[in-house]
């Protein structure tokens, strides 16, 4: 609990829900008739709508970004370390926005919603959405607001792969677009451990084909186990080393398969931590997106080609000891970009915490996001005098 | 089905099974009474049985190393490739012998043999065995066959933290130690992926606690999901983008959750395989040989002062794609051994293959592997005459 809100904080914030009625066509050919999103805002949108910051989050993110629900919250959102009053994304210059998917599990439309034509929860039946998807359902969020041009579309790793594919399909809609700790597309390795957490999920018997939630269940284990294994692809080897190492909590073996390393205590503690928060048909779906998100396949797979239909600057950051969308999969988008002949600015930050870096401060990382956002604020048009 | 058995094949081979009498005190406090040890021995031991190389298998190998148990075998043992008339373990020169380790699932006692005491398979109630542990049974193999010096003790992967502890243990006992694609322990990430493997079994319903053989049922789910996951920590993230890269099975995405990506069938596959052929006890027990082995922990964690015991020549070899154990961990055994004072040979070897690189032959692997054996051999000493 924070005892008071800390001054850089965007303080106490209240989500916000958002009714669509105008049917989305998904990539998969089917359509939702209507959905919810459900958002936070931070920050003020300025008169001609032109200062505002969309933020996309990555597999099992949110809407909540920044600030605290009650003065009782443990936590801050996600992105806290990111988003307040004189952080990189500054909440006196800009307006944000954090949203939670299509197909997500924290009051976005998603397979824990009704499902119209059944009155019955989607479960398995929600449609798989795509990146693309996603896309143009924040089309709409931005309409709503009025924003016809984002100051910044910003993300980190699948949030990352949103803010690219903005950049492709609605160019004259972003003027910045940040990528972080992302790839251009997944790699085989990368389908690999999404298939494993899969198959983890949809064969526990608890799972029911998806429709758990009838019989009063949760497929725990399955989640248990997709979490653990996501948690080692988010750390690096070294920071494991570094922070767990060969540590025994007791300080000896004991010969049996009760955890015994650090790192064992820790995994089982994070897998059961996520088996009761959140949703298995959204981990499914949340896998299937990034598994397609190949944003060259449609410009017959040269990914410079497809960059070059963007007319936003783009920020690409790496960090070092990321594995999972290393620092080469960063350089693969910079190259792309520099072949498209597109602005770009790249940085490779030193970082222990692996593909997680994204998520915690680090001085150099900061001060690189928050130089950037500067460039964005100052790319803000000045107001026009109301005629 | 070999129409024909190849030339340099050591041909159709039959296993031995060696009954040990006498007790086995284990490192973790526990003994066996008596045991068996599943053997293949190819080629022809020497009047003064100098002529012996020890083969020490990885998580889920066996005894047999080569050749075919008949000519219906559709493939040959898992070193075929390594040993046999003229190949780098040359059984015109050598006596090769290969076991199944003791909580094996081949014909060693193991988890599936009768418990003495109870008259019902050991199940869950096997004893922890450790990489010692193993020598210590293997140094009685060697006294029956009468072997008071190996030529050498070779091994990849858990293979070659056999090998290297024969060399810390009984430093008398051999003159060559050859440890490759090994480590001298596990690292934090290395035991958190063999964690998540041990909770995806033990939390497969069908374990029952590990009296799975009593129901007469099998943790499939569980086995697979640990093969999977092996096997994306064997293959290399450049090894997968060769073979499967982003290749879709039908040409095109289904949206849906039948495995579409050619890695994901081909992962379900192994999986599947795996999860009939071997057993989950064992795999169980062989993660945790894994991950205690730290043959430095008993030398005030330190890995030259535990070497500084040995008396053998050592060749280690690594593979530059590897990254279950990493050119980096096989250098921190050479440099132990220089700070030792020991004479040891080192290559990395280029390979797309990852940790599997150890079993597939490669012209360099071979011929550096071969050259090192000649050496071996060359260190043979003279029979004597009879007096």
Same mark, same amino acid.
């Given at each position: 609990?924070?005892?008071?809100?800390?001054?850089?904080?965007?303080?106490?914030?209240?989500?916000?829900?958002?009714?669509?009625?105008?049917?989305?066509? @998904?990539?998969?050919?089917?359509?939702?008739?209507?959905?919810?999103?459900?958002?936070?805002?931070?920050?003020?949108?300025?008169?001609?709508?032109?200062?505002?910051?969309?933020?996309?989050?990555?597999?099992?993110?949110?809407?909540?970004?920044?600030?605290?629900?009650?003065?009782?919250?443990?936590?801050?959102?996600?992105?806290?370390?990111?988003?307040?009053?004189?952080?990189?994304?500054?909440?006196?210059?800009?307006?944000?926005?954090?949203?939670?998917?299509?197909?997500?599990?924290?009051?976005?439309?998603?397979?824990?919603?009704?499902?119209?034509?059944?009155?019955?929860?989607?479960?398995?039946?929600?449609?798989?959405?795509?990146?693309?998807?996603?896309?143009?359902?924040?089309?709409?969020?931005?309409?709503?607001?009025?924003?016809?041009?984002?100051?910044?579309?910003?993300?980190?790793?699948?949030?990352?792969?949103?803010?690219?594919?903005?950049?492709?399909?609605?160019?004259?809609?972003?003027?910045?677009?940040?990528?972080?700790?992302?790839?251009?597309?997944?790699?085989?390795?990368?389908?690999?451990?999404?298939?494993?957490?899969?198959?983890?999920?949809?064969?526990?018997?608890?799972?029911?084909?998806?429709?758990?939630?009838?019989?009063?269940?949760?497929?725990?284990?399955?989640?248990?186990?997709?979490?653990?294994?996501?948690?080692?692809?988010?750390?690096?080897?070294?920071?494991?080393?570094?922070?767990?190492?060969?540590? @025994?909590?007791?300080?000896?073996?004991?010969?049996?398969?009760?955890?015994?390393?650090?790192?064992?205590?820790?995994?089982?503690?994070?897998?059961?931590?996520?088996?009761?928060?959140?949703?298995?048909?959204?981990?499914?779906?949340?896998?299937?997106?990034?598994?397609?998100?190949?944003?060259?396949?449609?410009?017959?797979?040269?990914?410079?080609?497809?960059?070059?239909?963007?007319?936003?600057?783009?920020?690409?950051?790496?960090?070092?000891?990321?594995?999972?969308?290393?620092?080469?999969?960063?350089?693969?988008?910079?190259?792309?970009?520099?072949?498209?002949?597109?602005?770009?600015?790249?940085?490779?930050?030193?970082?222990?915490?692996?593909?997680?870096?994204?998520?915690?401060?680090?001085?150099?990382?900061?001060?690189?996001?928050?130089?950037?956002?500067?460039?964005?604020?100052?790319?803000?048009?000045?107001?026009?005098?109301?005629?």
């Amino acid at each position: 609990m924070p005892q008071t809100i800390p001054e850089d904080s965007v303080g106490i914030v209240t989500p916000e829900t958002i009714h669509f009625d105008q049917p989305l066509a @998904l990539a998969c050919g089917r359509t939702l008739s209507s959905y919810d999103l459900i958002i936070e805002t931070y920050g003020t949108l300025n008169a001609d709508a032109s200062n505002a910051v969309l933020v996309c989050h990555a597999l099992s993110g949110n809407h909540h970004l920044a600030g605290y629900h009650s003065m009782e919250d443990k936590k801050p959102g996600w992105w806290d370390s990111a988003i307040g009053p004189g952080k990189p994304i500054d909440t006196n210059k800009f307006f944000v926005i954090g949203l939670n998917n299509l197909g997500g599990c924290h009051g976005s439309t998603g397979p824990q919603s009704i499902n119209p034509d059944t009155d019955k929860p989607f479960g398995p039946d929600f449609p798989i959405v795509t990146v693309p998807d996603w896309v143009e359902s924040q089309v709409r969020l931005a309409d709503h607001f009025g924003i016809k041009q984002w100051a910044a579309v910003v993300g980190g790793s699948l949030g990352g792969m949103q803010a690219l594919q903005w950049s492709i399909d609605h160019p004259e809609r972003l003027r910045h677009c940040m990528v972080i700790a992302s790839a251009p597309k997944l790699s085989a390795q990368n389908i690999a451990f999404n298939e494993v957490a899969r198959q983890a999920i949809s064969r526990d018997p608890d799972f029911n084909d998806g429709h758990f939630y009838e019989h009063d269940l949760v497929p725990k284990t399955g989640l248990m186990l997709a979490r653990m294994l996501g948690h080692i692809t988010y750390l690096s080897d070294d920071g494991m080393r570094e922070k767990f190492g060969r540590d @025994l909590r007791q300080g000896t073996i004991s010969y049996d398969f009760t955890p015994q390393f650090e790192i064992e205590s820790y995994l089982r503690y994070q897998g059961e931590r996520f088996s009761t928060a959140f949703d298995a048909n959204t981990y499914l779906l949340m896998t299937k997106a990034l598994d397609y998100f190949d944003p060259a396949a449609a410009f017959n797979h040269s990914l410079p080609h497809a960059l070059q239909q963007a007319q936003c600057k783009y920020m690409v950051i790496s960090f070092t000891t990321d594995w999972r969308f290393s620092p080469e999969r960063s350089r693969e988008i910079v190259d792309a970009l520099v072949e498209a002949e597109k602005q770009v600015s790249y940085a490779e930050v030193d970082s222990d915490h692996g593909h997680d870096a994204f998520l915690i401060p680090n001085p150099r990382y900061m001060a690189i996001f928050g130089a950037y956002m500067q460039q964005v604020a100052a790319d803000i048009p000045a107001v026009k005098e109301a005629n």
